[in-house]
Protein backbone atom coordinates (compact mmCIF):
# COMPACT_ATOMS: atom_id res chain seq x y z
CA UNK A 1 0.00 0.00 0.00
CA UNK A 2 1.17 3.16 -1.07
CA UNK A 3 0.56 6.04 0.66
CA UNK A 4 1.48 8.40 -1.64
CA UNK A 5 0.38 7.90 -5.43
CA UNK A 6 1.78 9.85 -8.74
CA UNK A 7 0.45 9.78 -12.23
CA UNK A 8 1.42 9.76 -14.72
CA UNK A 9 4.41 7.94 -14.01
CA UNK A 10 6.33 8.83 -17.40
CA UNK A 11 5.18 11.89 -19.58
CA UNK A 12 6.81 12.78 -23.10
CA UNK A 13 5.74 16.52 -23.95
CA UNK A 14 6.63 18.89 -27.19
CA UNK A 15 8.20 21.58 -25.98
CA UNK A 16 5.35 24.46 -25.12
CA UNK A 17 2.93 22.28 -23.76
CA UNK A 18 0.95 22.31 -20.48
CA UNK A 19 1.61 19.59 -17.87
CA UNK A 20 0.32 18.41 -15.30
CA UNK A 21 1.45 16.16 -12.54
CA UNK A 22 -0.47 14.43 -10.23
CA UNK A 23 -0.55 13.50 -6.48
CA UNK A 24 -2.85 11.58 -4.22
CA UNK A 25 -2.24 10.82 -0.28
CA UNK A 26 -3.99 8.52 2.28
CA UNK A 27 -2.21 9.85 5.13
CA UNK A 28 -3.17 12.88 6.90
CA UNK A 29 -1.03 15.77 6.78
CA UNK A 30 -0.84 19.66 7.02
CA UNK A 31 1.35 20.24 3.98
CA UNK A 32 2.75 18.58 1.03
CA UNK A 33 6.49 19.31 -1.02
CA UNK A 34 7.06 19.06 -4.94
CA UNK A 35 10.71 18.57 -5.69
CA UNK A 36 12.56 17.87 -8.86
CA UNK A 37 15.59 15.49 -9.53
CA UNK A 38 17.29 16.04 -12.44
CA UNK A 39 19.57 13.56 -14.57
CA UNK A 40 22.84 14.06 -12.46
CA UNK A 41 20.81 12.75 -9.51
CA UNK A 42 20.52 16.01 -7.16
CA UNK A 43 17.00 16.86 -5.73
CA UNK A 44 15.55 20.58 -4.85
CA UNK A 45 12.94 21.64 -3.30
CA UNK A 46 9.98 23.14 -5.22
CA UNK A 47 7.38 24.16 -3.47
CA UNK A 48 5.59 23.31 -0.24
CA UNK A 49 2.31 24.11 -0.06
CA UNK A 50 -0.46 23.63 2.88
CA UNK A 51 -3.79 25.20 0.50
CA UNK A 52 -4.68 27.04 -2.34
CA UNK A 53 -2.08 27.15 -5.10
CA UNK A 54 1.63 28.21 -5.54
CA UNK A 55 3.37 29.99 -8.37
CA UNK A 56 7.48 30.05 -9.24
CA UNK A 57 7.97 31.24 -12.62
CA UNK A 58 5.87 28.73 -15.09
CA UNK A 59 5.58 26.48 -12.08
CA UNK A 60 1.89 26.74 -10.71
CA UNK A 61 1.65 23.82 -7.46
CA UNK A 62 -1.97 23.46 -6.37
CA UNK A 63 -3.48 21.49 -3.16
CA UNK A 64 -6.68 20.50 -1.56
CA UNK A 65 -6.09 19.26 1.59
CA UNK A 66 -9.68 17.96 2.24
CA UNK A 67 -9.68 15.42 -0.77
CA UNK A 68 -5.98 15.34 -0.38
CA UNK A 69 -4.88 15.99 -3.80
CA UNK A 70 -2.11 18.45 -5.39
CA UNK A 71 -1.07 18.37 -8.90
CA UNK A 72 2.08 20.63 -10.19
CA UNK A 73 1.93 22.47 -13.76
CA UNK A 74 4.71 23.72 -15.87
CA UNK A 75 3.17 26.10 -18.14
CA UNK A 76 4.95 26.33 -21.67
CA UNK A 77 7.17 23.61 -20.74
CA UNK A 78 10.34 23.50 -21.77
CA UNK A 79 13.13 20.94 -22.32
CA UNK A 80 15.16 22.34 -19.12
CA UNK A 81 12.17 21.05 -17.41
CA UNK A 82 12.71 17.29 -18.00
CA UNK A 83 13.49 15.74 -14.82
CA UNK A 84 11.48 13.88 -12.40
CA UNK A 85 9.34 15.60 -10.24
CA UNK A 86 8.38 14.08 -6.71
CA UNK A 87 5.64 14.80 -3.98
CA UNK A 88 6.37 14.27 -0.62
CA UNK A 89 3.89 14.59 2.03
CA UNK A 90 5.27 14.61 5.67
CA UNK A 91 3.33 13.23 8.75
CA UNK A 92 4.48 12.85 12.33
CA UNK A 93 7.88 12.78 11.86
CA UNK A 94 8.25 11.47 8.48
CA UNK A 95 8.55 11.45 4.88
CA UNK A 96 6.52 9.53 2.71
CA UNK A 97 7.42 9.95 -1.00
CA UNK A 98 5.29 9.22 -4.44
CA UNK A 99 7.76 7.09 -6.75
CA UNK A 100 8.10 10.33 -9.35
CA UNK A 101 6.64 11.40 -12.89
CA UNK A 102 9.35 11.08 -15.37
CA UNK A 103 9.38 14.47 -17.73
CA UNK A 104 10.72 14.72 -20.85
CA UNK A 105 9.83 17.97 -22.94
CA UNK A 106 11.12 17.44 -26.41
CA UNK A 107 12.45 20.82 -28.76
CA UNK B 1 26.32 29.22 1.00
CA UNK B 2 23.89 27.49 2.55
CA UNK B 3 24.04 23.60 2.08
CA UNK B 4 24.28 19.80 3.19
CA UNK B 5 27.49 18.10 2.45
CA UNK B 6 27.16 14.80 1.97
CA UNK B 7 30.65 12.42 1.17
CA UNK B 8 31.62 10.33 -0.68
CA UNK B 9 29.87 10.65 -4.15
CA UNK B 10 30.43 7.17 -4.80
CA UNK B 11 31.68 4.01 -3.08
CA UNK B 12 32.18 0.76 -4.37
CA UNK B 13 32.69 -2.09 -1.36
CA UNK B 14 32.37 -5.51 -0.55
CA UNK B 15 29.87 -7.52 1.51
CA UNK B 16 30.84 -7.02 5.05
CA UNK B 17 33.35 -4.14 5.05
CA UNK B 18 31.70 -1.46 7.57
CA UNK B 19 31.22 1.88 5.99
CA UNK B 20 30.43 5.48 6.94
CA UNK B 21 28.65 7.92 4.81
CA UNK B 22 28.99 11.44 5.97
CA UNK B 23 25.99 14.60 6.09
CA UNK B 24 26.76 17.69 7.39
CA UNK B 25 24.61 21.00 7.54
CA UNK B 26 25.37 24.47 7.99
CA UNK B 27 21.87 25.69 8.45
CA UNK B 28 21.39 25.34 11.94
CA UNK B 29 18.59 22.60 11.04
CA UNK B 30 17.34 20.61 14.20
CA UNK B 31 15.71 17.92 11.74
CA UNK B 32 17.83 15.72 9.32
CA UNK B 33 17.20 12.25 7.80
CA UNK B 34 18.62 9.75 5.65
CA UNK B 35 16.74 8.04 2.03
CA UNK B 36 17.45 5.51 -0.09
CA UNK B 37 16.15 5.45 -3.53
CA UNK B 38 15.74 2.55 -5.37
CA UNK B 39 14.02 1.95 -9.02
CA UNK B 40 10.64 1.49 -9.29
CA UNK B 41 10.63 2.33 -5.13
CA UNK B 42 11.42 6.02 -5.14
CA UNK B 43 12.73 7.53 -1.98
CA UNK B 44 12.29 6.03 1.32
CA UNK B 45 13.17 7.01 5.10
CA UNK B 46 15.54 4.99 6.48
CA UNK B 47 16.50 7.22 9.93
CA UNK B 48 15.53 11.09 10.62
CA UNK B 49 16.71 12.95 13.82
CA UNK B 50 14.90 15.77 15.16
CA UNK B 51 17.68 17.10 17.13
CA UNK B 52 20.57 16.17 18.86
CA UNK B 53 20.91 13.11 20.74
CA UNK B 54 17.19 12.08 19.29
CA UNK B 55 16.80 10.05 16.59
CA UNK B 56 13.95 7.30 15.23
CA UNK B 57 13.28 5.10 12.58
CA UNK B 58 11.74 5.22 9.09
CA UNK B 59 10.67 2.87 6.91
CA UNK B 60 13.77 0.72 6.18
CA UNK B 61 15.97 0.99 8.91
CA UNK B 62 17.34 -2.82 8.68
CA UNK B 63 21.12 -2.83 8.54
CA UNK B 64 21.83 0.84 9.32
CA UNK B 65 22.62 3.15 11.94
CA UNK B 66 22.97 6.82 12.66
CA UNK B 67 24.10 9.32 15.48
CA UNK B 68 23.36 12.90 15.64
CA UNK B 69 26.34 13.75 18.50
CA UNK B 70 26.08 17.44 17.13
CA UNK B 71 23.68 19.68 15.16
CA UNK B 72 25.58 19.65 11.93
CA UNK B 73 26.17 16.13 11.67
CA UNK B 74 24.18 12.96 10.96
CA UNK B 75 26.12 10.16 9.61
CA UNK B 76 25.05 6.93 8.02
CA UNK B 77 26.75 3.40 9.16
CA UNK B 78 26.42 -0.02 7.53
CA UNK B 79 27.84 -1.80 10.12
CA UNK B 80 28.23 -5.26 7.56
CA UNK B 81 26.86 -4.17 4.36
CA UNK B 82 25.22 -6.50 1.88
CA UNK B 83 24.46 -6.41 -1.80
CA UNK B 84 20.75 -5.47 -0.94
CA UNK B 85 22.15 -1.95 0.15
CA UNK B 86 23.47 -1.37 -3.09
CA UNK B 87 21.14 2.35 -3.93
CA UNK B 88 21.57 6.16 -4.04
CA UNK B 89 21.43 7.77 -0.79
CA UNK B 90 20.51 11.05 0.37
CA UNK B 91 20.47 13.22 3.27
CA UNK B 92 18.72 16.28 3.65
CA UNK B 93 17.90 18.66 7.11
CA UNK B 94 14.61 20.83 7.33
CA UNK B 95 13.93 23.67 9.75
CA UNK B 96 10.76 22.54 10.36
CA UNK B 97 10.01 19.29 8.37
CA UNK B 98 5.89 20.32 7.39
CA UNK B 99 6.44 23.91 6.45
CA UNK B 100 9.98 24.17 5.28
CA UNK B 101 11.87 23.12 2.22
CA UNK B 102 14.04 19.70 2.61
CA UNK B 103 17.50 20.52 1.54
CA UNK B 104 19.20 17.39 0.48
CA UNK B 105 22.73 16.06 -0.72
CA UNK B 106 24.12 15.31 -3.91
CA UNK B 107 23.87 11.97 -3.00
CA UNK B 108 26.53 8.57 -2.50
CA UNK B 109 25.91 6.23 -4.96
CA UNK B 110 26.80 3.08 -3.38
CA UNK B 111 27.68 -0.34 -4.49
CA UNK B 112 27.90 -3.52 -2.50
CA UNK B 113 29.47 -6.95 -4.27
Known sequence: ?107 | EAQVTQNPRYLITVTGKKLTVTCSQNMNHEYMSWYRQDPGLGLRQIYYSMNVEVTDKGDVPEGYKVSRKEKRNFPLILESPSPNQTSLYFCASSGDRIFSPLHFGNGTRLTVT
Open chain 1, 1 to 107: KNEVEQSPQNLTAQEGEFITINCSYSVGISALHWLQQHPGGGIVSLFMLSSGKKKHGRLIATINIQEKHSSLHITASHPRDSAVYICAAPTGNQFYFGTGTSLTVIP
